[in-house]
């Protein structure tokens, strides 16, 4: 079947909640991917910001193949080994102290706002806490992670959201201070905003996060789905700060694929929070989807991902910034290691059909921004090509 009717297919038994490109993927080879026509293009995406290591990483294949053939799933009524490495490993990485599988970045924020909340109630035994979530941000889709997301249009047709939340704005510390009541349990936070626009929390305005919190007693939730796993050169956005969260989602780059995701809970919280029964999930940690979370790690260091990260990202922030000045149409360059977004006076949904006519596959955040999130294994090369095929499209709007 040519792509074409594999679109019409589509469109008649899938429900159409996503607007998407005019393309099918059929394969992936290294940071291209291959259309079901042969088509090859340079992927600035990576299945939003999830592929870390590209799409040919042999040991990752190999691993999960051979947890395939061995087994999948067992549930959480039994322990299994790629589950405790996993978590052994997201530990050794973060310093934090305990960690729980979920299925997705969703359903991580749901468990850290549990965990949250439960925290609290165990301290003055009331029930009627409050949430300080930002302006912009993105937590997911179900109905509490959806909740603490800060983009009214997501949330509108859906209310009554979960009582008791309330929004600041990134980066204004007098906005949170607002906010804070002696009701307030939480603050949840991604250290660098992926979907709002690519907005990096600023080094002052997290340390103040975490003197308030520290000062009132207040979990901080710090959302590193998108920017965490080696995306701005450390393993999380936060270690860059110096700012520990006291309690951390994960997902996207952790299983680099396989469904999953997981909060991680610092000493405080994972003491005094979920107990035996207060939280669960039947595929949640399976040795599937930690195998693959293991291997991740265990790739990361052998591929020196975190090198690579910030020795291509400065190299791209540089190639940006030069095209940021050349064109008139870009209002801003923002972002840090290989997240990075540039903003635009106009809406970019035709630079972005432009680029991929031309073997380029990148995304938006929000109308006007670009957004760059390939591969964390990229090369300068890579960049180079991604840049010029960028300009080419530029200089062809343009004119
Ligand atoms: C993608 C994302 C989520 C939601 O993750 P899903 O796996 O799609 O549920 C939550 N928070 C952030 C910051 C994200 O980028």
Redesign the pocket.
Known sequence: MSMTEYIEEAEQVLLHTYNRYQIVLDRGEGVHLFDADGKSYLDFCAG??VFALGYSNENYKNAVKSQIDKIIHTSNYYYNVPAIEAAKAIIEASGMDKVFFTN??????EGALKAARKYAFLKDDTTDHEIIALEH??????MG?LSVTGNPAYREAFKPMIGNIKFATMNDIDSVKAQISEKTCAIIM?TV???GGIYPAEEAFLKEIRAICDEKDIILIL?????GMGRTGYMFAWQRYGVMPDIM?C??GLTCGI?G?AFVLGKKVAENSLKAGDHGTTYGGNPLTTMAAKTVFEEYKRLDILGNVKTVGEYLYKKLDEIAQRYDIIKAHRGIGLMQGLEFTVPVADIIKECMNDGLILINAGSNILRFVPPLVITKDDVDEMISILTGCLDRIRS
Request: glycine residues 14%; aromatic residues 4%; contains cysteine.
């Open positions: 939003i910001a997705s970045g969703a359903e991580a924020v941000s993105f937590h997911g889709r179900t992670a991604e905003q992926g979907e959302d590193e789905i998108q920017c989602t997902a996207k469904p995701g």
